[in-house]
C-alpha cells in the first residue's frame, strides 16, 4: 500500500511549488478558498491552515474579504539555484518533456471536444486580439486557457497531471532564458502561440494535435539545447537519480481501508472470492494486510455500503453482487460519485496514451519477454488485458511514461467491470476475443495492431461502464467521451458520443 500523505502536505507544497518557480509570480492573486476547496478536493479547514501557513512563511498577504496575493520575489541567487536544481534531475526533466509531447497533444484535442460551445466562445472573444499582446501576457493566456479547457474536459486526472508535468519540468525557468523562445520559432514550422490558438478555437481534432505536437518538438529541442549549455556552466552538478517525475492519481484517496476496499472489491470482481462465499475473518485480513482491525472493519463498511457485501454478527462478511438499486443510491453520494469519476476518467485516459505506449515499449519486446507473457496468462485467475498493458508498461523506455500508466493501472480496479457479468470466472466475450487477437499481434510483431487493438479494448469498457452509470442517474459521466481512432494521427476525438449527447 502506498505511504499516506496528509492533504495539508499535498495543498501546501503545491502552492509553494507554483510559487517558486513562478507560476504564480509576485502580485499574483490565489483562487479563493471555495476554489482551492473544489480544486484540491480538501475542506476548509484545510485550505484556511494552508493560507495561514504560507502567510507565516513569507509567500502570500492576506487581507479580510480580499483574495491572498502573492509577495515572493525571486532573485538571481534562487535563478541560480533553480539551474543546479534542474541539472541534478537532468535526464528525467528532458523524458518529462519527451512524454509529455507525446501524451498531452491528443489530450487537448479531447479536451477541446468535450468542453461546451459557449464556452469555447467565451475564449474566441478573448483571443481575438491575441497577436496585439506582448509575449508575456500571450503566455499567460495561453496558460489559463490549457488549465480552463483540461478543467472542462470531464477528466478528474488531466488538470492535476499537467499541474504535475509543469511543476517537476520547471517551465518558467526555461521559457524565461532568453534564447529559448527564438529557438523554439526556428526548429520547425511551429511558428507563433497564435498558430496553436487558431486550432483549439475552431475545434479541429486533427489539426490541434498536429499543432500542438509540432510546438511540442520544438520545445524539447530548446529545453535540451539549454540543459546543454547549463551542464557547461555548471560542469561539476551531478544528477540524483532519486528525484524522478511522481504522480499520485490516487491524492485525496489513500486511506488504507480504501486501497483494502479497492483490493477486496478487485478480488471479488475477477472471482477469487466468489459470490455466496465468506471472506476471511477481520483477524485474518488485518494481518494480510498488515493493518489494525478497525482498519479492515472500515474497509468491509464501504463494501456493504457500495453492495459488494453484507456483514452479519458472528457469522462474518459474505460476499454478493451489486444491485441496480445498491448502484443508484451510490450515486447519489458525493464520495461515490467522485470515485466512479476517477475510474471513468482512468480508462478515457489509458485508452488515448495506450497506443503511443505500445509503440514505446515494442523494440524491447523480445522472444523472452513474449514467453514469460504467454506464461503469466496461463496463471488462473490472471487478467488477460492486465497482464498485457503491465508487460508493455514494464518495457517503457520513458521512466516519466512508465510512472504515470502504473497510475492509471491501479485505477483501473478489474472488479468493478468484472462484477457486471454473472458468470464465474467473470467473463466479456468481446474483451476476451480482443485480448487474444492482442496477444498474436504482439506475438508477430505488429506494432499498429497491437496499438488499435488495446485502444479498442479500453473504449469497449468505458462505453459499456459509463452508458450504465449515466442510466443509474450520474450525468456528469456523459462528459467522459469516447476516443475514437485514426489510422494516421492515432487517438483524438472526431465526434461527440451520442450518450453526451442525449444526457446534456
Request: glycine share 2%.
Amino acid at each position: 500500500m502506498k505511504n499516506k500523505q496528509t492533504s495539508f502536505d499535498y495543498v501546501y507544497r503545491d502552492l509553494c511549488d507554483q510559487i517558486e518557480i513562478g507560476r504564480l509570480a509576485y502580485g499574483d492573486t490565489l483562487a479563493s478558498m471555495s476554489q482551492l476547496c473544489e480544486l484540491y478536493h480538501v475542506g476548509i479547514r484545510t485550505v484556511k491552515d494552508v493560507m495561514r501557513a504560507l502567510k507565516e512563511d513569507g509567500y502570500i498577504r492576506t487581507e479580510e474579504r480580499k483574495p491572498a496575493v502573492v509577495i515572493y520575489r525571486r532573485d538571481d541567487s534562487q535563478r541560480d539555484s533553480a539551474i543546479r536544481s534542474a541539472l541534478r534531475q537532468k535526464t528525467s526533466i528532458l523524458q518529462v518533456y519527451e512524454t509529455m509531447a507525446l501524451i498531452l497533444p491528443p489530450i487537448f484535442a479531447l479536451s477541446v471536444r468535450a468542453c461546451e460551445a459557449e464556452k469555447i466562445e467565451y475564449w474566441a472573444r478573448i483571443f481575438r486580439n491575441f497577436d496585439k499582446k506582448d509575449a508575456e501576457k500571450r503566455k499567460k493566456m495561453m496558460a489559463s486557457f490549457l488549465y480552463f479547457l483540461l478543467e472542462n474536459s470531464g477528466n478528474l486526472l488531466f488538470r492535476d497531471l499537467y499541474s504535475n508535468y509543469e511543476l517537476y519540468a520547471k517551465i518558467p525557468l526555461f521559457s524565461n532564458y532568453e534564447k529559448f523562445e527564438s529557438r523554439v520559432l526556428l526548429h520547425n514550422e511551429f511558428n507563433s502561440l497564435t498558430w496553436v490558438a487558431e486550432a483549439f478555437l475552431k475545434k479541429d481534432s486533427v489539426q490541434i494535435t498536429h499543432r500542438f505536437s509540432v510546438m511540442y518538438e520544438a520545445i524539447v529541442s530548446s529545453v535540451q539545447l539549454l540543459l546543454e549549455e547549463f551542464t557547461a556552466q555548471y560542469p561539476n552538478v551531478p544528477e540524483d537519480p532519486s528525484l524522478e517525475f511522481s504522480w499520485n492519481a490516487h491524492r485525496g484517496r489513500e486511506h488504507f481501508y480504501l486501497q483494502i476496499a479497492r483490493d477486496l472489491i478487485d478480488k471479488i470482481g475477477t472471482g477469487v472470492y466468489p459470490e455466496n462465499t465468506f471472506l476471511p475473518s477481520e483477524a485474518a485480513l488485518a494481518a494480510q494486510y498488515n493493518v489494525c482491525v478497525s482498519t479492515i472493519r472500515n474497509a468491509l463498511s464501504m463494501l456493504n455500503e457500495i453492495g459488494f457485501a453484507k456483514t452479519y454478527n458472528v457469522k462474518g462478511t459474505r460476499v454478493i453482487w451489486q444491485d441496480d438499486h445498491v448502484v443508484v443510491k451510490c450515486m447519489q453520494n458525493k464520495a461515490f460519485k467522485r470515485d466512479t469519476l476517477l475510474y471513468l476518467s482512468a480508462l478515457q485516459m489509458m485508452a488515448m496514451i495506450v497506443p503511443t505506449a505500445v509503440r514505446l515499449s515494442a523494440p524491447a519486446m523480445d522472444e523472452q519477454a513474449k514467453s514469460e507473457l504467454r506464461q503469466q496468462l496461463k496463471k488462473a485467475g490472471s487478467i488477460p488485458i492486465d497482464v498485457i498493458v503491465r508487460c508493455i508498461v514494464d518495457h517503457q523506455p520513458l521512466r516519466p511514461m512508465k510512472t504515470i500508466l502504473q497510475e492509471l493501472c491501479d485505477l483501473n480496479i478489474w472488479g468493478y467491470y468484472y462484477s457486471f457479468f454473472r458468470s464465474d470466472p467473470p467473463e466479456d466475450q468481446v474483451l476476451s476475443r480482443k485480448c487474444r487477437d492482442a496477444v498474436q499481434y504482439l506475438s508477430d510483431g505488429d506494432t499498429e495492431s497491437l496499438a488499435r487493438c488495446l485502444f479498442f479494448c479500453y473504449t469497449h469498457i468505458l462505453d459499456f461502464v459509463r452508458n450504465f452509470i449515466v442510466s443509474c442517474g450520474l450525468s456528469e459521466a456523459a462528459m467522459i467521451i469516447t476516443p475514437e481512432y485514426d489510422r494516421d494521427t492515432g487517438p483524438h476525438i472526431l465526434s461527440e458520443s451520442p450518450q453526451r449527447s442525449a444526457a446534456t
